[in-house]
């Protein structure tokens, strides 16, 4: 069993910062495969990023490529996800999900996950 769970999320202006985290309680972290996604109201879930288990793989989607990053930190268990220049299309609740990989890969689908926080709500205004 892994747990996950998200913080860091708030309200912030358009072209504004700011920083998720997700704690997972699976020893030894360092071993998860990691993925962030969101879903806006009224839509799908949606790929953002991923990260392999070793940290030196990663995958974004498309809409925040050059926006977003992803980092793994094996001293504090956590996930992390650095947005730069947000924009109001970014509002959304974010969500962690881990899996134990049996590959060196990185995932992208929402199937690919078993284990998922319940998510932290961005807010991005114009």
């Known amino acids: 069993q892994v747990q996950l769970v998200e913080s860091g999320g708030g309200s912030v202006q358009a072209g504004g910062s700011l920083s998720l985290s997700c704690a997972a309680s699976?020893?030894?972290?360092?071993?998860?495969?990691m993925g962030w996604f969101r879903q806006a109201r009224g839509q799908e879930r949606e790929f953002v990023a991923a990260?392999?288990?070793?940290?030196?793989?990663?995958a974004y989607g498309d809409s925040v490529k050059g926006r977003f990053t992803i980092s793994k930190d094996n001293a504090k268990d956590t996930v992390d996800l650095q947005m730069d220049s947000l924009k109001p299309e970014d509002t959304a609740v974010y969500y962690c999900?881990?899996?134990?990989?049996?590959?060196?890969?990185?995932?992208?689908?929402?199937?690919?996950?078993?284990?998922w926080g319940l998510g932290t709500q961005v807010t991005v205004s114009s």
């Open positions: 699976a020893r030894p972290f360092s071993v998860l495969a």
């Open positions: 990260i392999n288990w070793n940290g030196g793989s990663v």
């Open positions: 999900a881990a899996r134990r990989p049996t590959d060196p890969g990185v995932y992208r689908e929402l199937n690919d996950y078993p284990y």
